[in-house]
């Protein structure tokens, strides 16, 4: 037991440094450099809550926040919602193709955001291939595929949606079909077995999914900046501002606390009300990894 | 009746989520290929856009900093990671899920956080300079969650008593290890490694903000994207999509040979 737990720490202590050393204590410094001020490109420790009653009092971040929150939960759950009967089919009539069609699902995400964004302005775009096929036509254009909060939501959806797959997927493994065989014999139409058996004895896939496409939403900046127009700028895009033209890096360490803080605040809250597996009453499968 | 249905109605929604994620790349395939890239039908079939990229130096440079990148955050994040996951799947001791945890948080954090966070700790505590050593720095910390998921996946159902009877039989734990258990489980390490190295290597926000002037394939994607259309980005999207895909095929070959399996159910 003692070499175990030697030789556990030993395998373990090279990753751990790392992510202290470069996630944990620069997630910390950005909490500490929020309460400074910034003068022409370089931080001053000079402690002061400016940047904070900034944030909360000015009208403006307050609206870009809202609006990144419910293109967070609008996007989220849409993903959530198509991604569930998508996920279902892979698990439980992937047959031998199961690992084809979910590496299929998640295989665009390693492309990278960029030219995943690259693609999409071509096609929703003014010039994009729908419009100029409706203009081919002589039909009118979709206003709201042209740099819109649309677009971006489109976008956004494109961007994550292989998260939510994924994670319902994953968390469909170790569930048990034979299940929904004993409620259909039982009388149990197939939509009231899927809530009363495969939603709740899954709720945590749910849950990790919402969090996974919810976070990278809330802080998106690209995708807005190439989709969404100039009246489509969402928190993202100011807060890279921050970084950027302006150079004013306290103000952005604060942006980016509150980013930080909401995104836990949101993972407690999801995991609370969809994740909670002691409400559903879950056994995992014998054998299985938790 | 909606049962029968019911497998088809799920089909189809598969197929529509399929032509939604391959649409966009399907047509800038074929976009790349067109002299006309606004509306190129009927089709003038061209390599034009692939002989200006090549003729571009900055994408010369910047593919070998991506490929420094994504090569370096790759080592890092799978060695890392395999050590770990190994070590989480095979000791039952106090602390694993912690451990766990910790590896795992990163896919709970904004790129942008990452990005910037790492970019004021460099500069301002360590006094560190923005380049591609700090830019794997920060890769490597979202990469390793990724490599140690795949790795964990791969590895559910090793056998560790396979180890402990060679240790009976006297073999060293290094011994062990290279007789043993790496040659079963590098489909796992080579895994880990192709995903973390492609997501450094298409990672635009980390990247951008720890890299100072440095250019990479994405940042100068992003770039071009900001002064519109330019043509020899479809070719580059081409060429970088046909390149993952040849990676996720060999994963997936990785994942039918290896011990592995996603769905290790059947």
Known sequence: MQVARFQFWLLVAPGMAFLIAFMVLPLIFIVVFSFWRTESYTLIREWNLDNYITLFTDWTYIKFLLRSLSMAAIVSLV????????????????????????LLTSAPFLTGEILRITALQQILGPIGVINMALGAFGLEPIEALMYTSTASAIGLTYLWIPFMVLA??????????????VAKVNGARPLRAFWEITWPLNRAG???????????????AITSQFLGGPNGALYGNI?????????????????????????????????KTVGDLKRSGVTLKGGAEP | MSTKFTPAILLVMLILLYLFLYGPIGYIVYVSFQRDSIWPFPPHWTLDHFASLWDQDDYHAGLGN?????????AVASLMATMAGIAVLKYRVIGRSAVAGLFLATLFIAHVLIGISSLMFNKMILGLPGNIFSAILANATYATAFAFLVVIAQLARYDWRLDDAAMVFGATPLLTFREVTLPLIWPAILGAFIVSFLLAFNNLEISFYNLGATPTLPTLAWGSLRHGISEELYALATLINMAVFGFLGLLYALLRTGLLKLDYKE
């Open chain 1, 168 to 181: 319902i997927y994953l968390s469909l493994l170790n569930f048990d079909f034979d299940l929904l065989e």
């Open chain 2, 66 to 74: 991506s490929l420094a990148i994504g090569v370096g955050t790759g």
């Open chain 1, 206 to 220: 749910s849950a990790i999914g919402i969090v996974l496409v919810f976070i990278p939403t809330l802080a998106s």
């Open chain 1, 239 to 271: 807060l890279a501002h921050q970084f950027g033209a302006t150079g004013t890096w306290a103000f952005g360490s604060a942006m980016g606390v509150v980013l930080f803080a909401i995104s836990l605040i949101v993972l407690y809250a999801v995991w």
């Open chain 1, 79 to 102: 993903a959530l919602i198509y991604a569930w009967p998508v996920a279902f089919f892979i698990a439980r009539h992937g047959g031998h193709f199961k690992l084809v069609f979910l």
